[in-house]
């Protein structure tokens, strides 16, 4: 993917880029176009032949997909688009954070606060509290837990140690000691006398 940003210019720096470049190539020579930061990298210069107009590197308020076209009708997706260069006039002002508000589109006018959710309001100091208490809890239950399984572990070594029981004959079953003698009854007999 292509490494994209959008540039951003008042109308009349438009105006002159757009000028610029329309011209034939080699009578434009003696105007140049120039971009450059400082150390920082957040804050440059951006320059139009003898020009010079202050530039601020911002982060978007959300990613822009660009894509181009060879036909009109295949799209390819060429990169994500995080960042913008707004090139200003002398006497604007600075922008007072990386971030900017405002989307590229005018429905995402003021995005960051109509668009996405607020952070939460929290003091630090509660946060902490919150969280060594969280901590206290799971060493008290951890230490409770493993109490219980060496317990666990008692009764099964415990348990182990015992001959094992005999299982218990069902009461439902004929024992065949007591029957040996006598013929098997068949419920046919039975049957045969209930016809008559």
Same mark, same amino acid.
């Given at each position: 993917m292509e490494d994209q940003f959008i540039l951003r210019v008042p109308p009349s720096i438009a105006e002159q880029i757009e000028r610029l470049l329309n011209e034939d190539p080699s009578s434009s020579e003696d105007k140049l176009l120039d971009l450059s930061f400082s150390e920082d990298g957040r804050t440059g210069t951006f320059m139009i032949g003898d020009d010079r107009f202050p530039a601020s590197l911002l982060d978007l308020p959300c990613i822009t997909e660009s894509y181009k076209t060879y036909d009109d009708n295949v799209l390819i997706k060429t990169a994500d688009i995080g960042q913008m260069i707004m090139v200003r006039e002398g006497n604007d002002n600075v922008p007072d954070t990386v971030e900017y508000r405002h989307g590229l589109t005018p429905p995402m006018r003021d995005a960051?606060?109509?668009? $996405?959710?607020?952070?939460?309001?929290?003091?630090?100091?509660? &946060?902490?509290? &919150? *969280?060594?208490?969280?901590?206290?809890?799971?060493?008290?239950?951890?230490a409770e837990a493993s109490v219980q399984d060496e317990d666990v572990d008692e009764n099964a070594r415990n348990n182990s140690k015992k001959p094992a029981p005999a299982p218990k004959a069902k009461p439902d079953t004929p024992d065949a000691a007591n029957n040996a003698g006598e013929a098997d009854g068949? !419920?046919? $007999? *039975?049957? !045969?006398?209930?016809? *008559?």
């Open positions: 960051r606060r109509r668009r $996405f959710r607020r952070e939460p309001d929290l003091n630090p100091e509660v &946060v902490q509290r &919150v *969280e060594n208490d969280l901590c206290n809890i799971m060493r008290t239950r951890g068949s !419920d046919s $007999f *039975e049957s !045969d006398e209930s016809n *008559e």
